[in-house]
T-cell receptor
Framework: GAGVSQTPSNKVTEKGKYVELRCDPISGHTALYWYRQSLGQGPEFLIYFQGTGAADDSGLPNDRFFAVRPEGSVSTLKIQRTERGDSAVYLC??????????????FGPGTRLTVL | RKEVEQDPGPFNVPEGATVAFNCTYSNSASQSFFWYRQDCRKEPKLLMSVYSSGNEDGRFTAQLNRASQYISLLIRDSKLSDSATYLCVVNTGYSSASKIIFGSGTRLSIRP
């Protein structure tokens, strides 16, 4: 079946602009996660949705970052007033049940964001 | 001190060799543990979960040492296709995603 998909695969923007990154999880997966990965680092947690609600957004670095999942499927990560330090690969993952101790996360290919 | 620490490597070993690397974690209340594999410019993929009793999947063996707070991954008879970055993942909570912590990864390179 189809895996997690993310669009766009690459996004280049200028400092100060607004960007939206989209994630399509595996059909039927209730949990969706956003991570950010910088070169040479592991994924860093940003936000987790259980259904339509953000169950844990403690990883969002500041109020320029916001994410939604209005129908409990597709999610959009929104970044306002982008800064050069926002440049990274943004990974989305989904899992069947949620952030329990054994649920497997399936990752999308990521969106590589470059802020000039 | 980082919550989850890994030797970044790279580990450069010949094909057919056995290689092992560890991952240490700081929270003694950590609940579950995983190894993910990440190829260059690709997404992470689950390699295996790590159980208290240790577990094996083909050429891969994972072990957990709660007393010393580390997990290990052993790869036997290494193949060229094993070249990747191996990410250690620790879940320190029961149901909070923010407690799922990824290590920075260990780079493994298998040479012919």
């Amino acid at each position: 079946g189809a895996g997690v998909s993310q669009t766009p695969s690459n996004k280049v923007t200028e400092k100060g602009k607004y960007v939206e990154l989209r994630c399509d999880p595996i059909s039927g997966h209730t949990a969706l996660y956003w991570y950010r990965q910088s070169l040479g680092q592991g994924p860093e947690f940003l936000i987790y949705f259980q259904g339509t609600g953000a169950a844990d957004d403690s990883g969002l670095p500041n109020d320029r970052f916001f994410a939604v999942r209005p129908e409990g499927s597709v999610s959009t990560l929104k970044i306002q007033r982008t800064e050069r330090g926002d440049s990274a690969v943004y990974l989305c993952a989904s899992s069947l049940l949620g952030a329990t101790s054994t649920d497997t996360q399936y990752f999308g290919p990521g969106t590589r964001l470059t802020v000039l | 001190r980082k919550e989850v620490e890994q030797d970044p490597g790279p580990f450069n070993v010949p094909e057919g060799a056995t290689v092992a690397f560890n991952c240490t974690y700081s929270n003694s209340a950590s609940q579950s543990f995983f190894w993910y594999r990440q190829d260059c410019r690709k997404e992470p993929k689950l390699l295996m979960s790590v159980y208290s009793s240790g577990n094996e999947d083909g050429r891969f063996t994972a072990q957990l040492n709660r007393a010393s707070q580390y997990i290990s991954l052993l790869i036997r008879d290494s193949k060229l296709s094993d070249s990747a970055t191996y990410l250690c993942v620790v879940n320190t909570g029961y149901s909070s995603a923010s407690k799922i912590i990824f290590g920075s990864g260990t780079r493994l390179s298998i040479r012919p």
